[in-house]
């Protein structure tokens, strides 16, 4: 990174270090209909990028025995969801195949006034939340698997649910590809490698944006001043 540029006229010192220090956090949402591969590519993202975290759900869908409570989803019953829905606990909520799925708002809000950028798992009745009430702060993606075959395909390899839970989710997912041009991206997992570095080079490229990055402005006012005096004494 360079070194510190003072901006005589405001008398500020900003470094690239601090610009990149003062980004706000972005929420990264990744959806997509059941078996295109977003969990994966979710996953491969948490591992490698140092500053993003998931928003962790909570849900009153009962909890599936490879999920753990606090790492998958906070499970909770369907008073506590209505005790939060009401208090105005919850970013967004949705329903869905007769559950209930929330985010927290608290925990979203402090990460992103740190510089946090939050992953969400979501489906497009929460992104549309997210949309109504930060829509600035919101990258969204919509994950497409190759064909509709492969998409079967994972549902069954899966093993978690059964064929009338797999047919209910190949129907909703007639109505969620409808709403693929709502979203700011759209990526085909048609090989997972390809997919996940797709979706990082957004990540990257959103996180330059100089909307993001409040000492940015100070920052080059400070090297137009500097350019400006050093002109001066050319002259």
Do not use: C
Not at 144 to 159: D, H, N, T, V, Y
Request: glycine share 6%.
């Amino acid at each position: 990174m360079s070194d510190a540029t003072s901006n005589g006229r405001q008398g500020v010192t900003v470094s690239a270090d601090a610009a990149e220090e003062s980004r706000r956090g972005l929420m990264l949402v990744l959806s997509s209909p059941s078996g295109a591969g977003k969990s994966t590519i979710a996953r491969l993202l948490l591992e490698k990028e140092d500053n993003l975290a998931l928003s962790i759900s909570v849900t009153t869908r009962p909890r599936r025995s490879s999920e753990v409570d606090g790492v998958h989803y906070h499970f909770l019953d369907q008073k506590r969801f209505e005790h939060m829905k009401e208090d105005g606990e919850l970013l967004e909520w949705a329903e869905v195949h007769g559950n209930y799925y929330a985010t927290p708002r608290g925990p979203v809000e402090n990460a992103i006034e740190n510089g946090k950028d939050i992953l969400f798992d979501i489906d497009i009745q929460g992104t549309f939340q997210l949309y109504e009430k930060m829509r600035e702060d919101v990258v969204s993606i919509f994950i497409l698997p190759p064909s509709i075959a492969e998409m079967k395909s994972r549902l069954r390899r899966r093993a978690e649910d059964s064929e009338e839970v797999i047919l209910r989710r190949l129907k909703t997912a007639v109505g969620e590809m409808r709403h693929w041009s709502e979203y700011d991206y759209v990526v085909v997992n048609d090989d997972l490698g390809r997919a996940y570095e797709n979706v990082r080079a957004i990540l990257k490229a959103e996180r330059l944006k100089q909307s993001r990055s409040p000492a940015i402005g100070p920052l080059i006012d400070g090297m137009v001043g500097d350019l400006e005096e050093a002109l001066k004494d050319l002259d």
